[in-house]
């Protein structure tokens, strides 16, 4: 099964600034890709899917990126504010759908 | 609100009890999951119904038992759990089986149930 890496833990940025999330994968490449977002106490909601032939999507200030070469997925926030605080899971096709363990994002004001 | 609702939202549970998770989906999906979520590690699929079968069963101990009486209402049953087992319990859903290459349906999860054996 693929063993799906998301960057550190925890990322902690000024209001304004671009946070950039990076989702790596080890084997096969997945027909999709998908993230999330997960606030405390709360389930994941779904913000955005990538397929293999796309290289990116956009959805208001957020982008996603999709490298089948390099085996990455690169989702962006671009002009962050505090509300974007929470946790961001990728998940992809893995015969089932198969989660990272999530980068912590928080937006300092 | 997400369309998926879990109850109860907390649970205290001694090894010995026994105790149900009940989740109930209004988005008309035809597919529904129960995940585990463990501080710091990624969502762990334990069971998957599709039209009322299950279909996937992810070497879950028997400790655990599910049941989708229809396409809107999934349950986890629970008996004599360790403490290892305390986590949050998330219940999910999507239009059609996801993780299968022909479909790419989004989850639509509930706010999950925080479970602790004690």
């Known amino acids: 099964s693929q063993k799906i890496e998301q960057n550190s833990e925890a990322l902690n940025i000024q209001e304004g600034k671009t946070a950039t999330l990076t989702c790596n994968y080890t084997?096969?490449?997945?027909?999709?890709l998908q993230w999330y977002r997960q606030d405390p106490g709360r389930g994941p909601v779904f913000l955005l899917l990538?397929?293999?032939?796309?290289k990116e999507k956009r959805k208001e200030r957020l982008k996603v990126t999709f490298d089948t070469t390099l085996k990455q997925s690169l989702f962006h926030i671009t002009a962050s504010q505090p509300a974007d605080s929470a946790t961001y899971l990728c998940?992809?096709?893995?015969?089932?759908?198969?989660f990272g363990a999530g980068t912590t994002v928080t937006v300092r004001a | 609100e997400t369309g998926v609702t879990q109850t109860p939202r907390h649970l205290v549970m001694g090894m010995t009890n026994k105790k149900s998770l009940k989740c109930e989906q209004h988005?008309?999906?035809?597919?529904m999951y129960w995940y585990k979520q463990s501080a710091k590690k990624p969502l762990e699929l334990m069971f998957v119904?599709?039209?009322?079968?299950?279909?996937e069963n992810n070497s879950v101990p028997s400790r655990f038992s599910p049941e989708c009486p229809n396409s809107s209402h999934l349950f986890l049953h629970l008996h004599t759990l360790q403490p290892e087992d305390s986590a949050l319990y998330l219940c999910?859903?999507?239009?059609?089986?996801?993780?299968?290459?022909?479909?790419?349906?989004?989850?639509?999860f509930g706010n999950g149930t925080r479970l602790t054996v004690t």
């Open positions: 998940a992809l096709d893995d015969y089932k759908l198969s």
């Open positions: 084997n096969y490449s997945p027909a999709y």
């Open positions: 990538i397929r293999e032939n796309e």
């Open positions: 999910a859903s999507s239009q059609e089986l996801t993780g299968l290459s022909s479909y790419n349906s989004p989850l639509h």
């Open positions: 988005l008309g999906h035809n597919a």
């Open positions: 119904y599709s039209l009322e079968e299950r279909v």
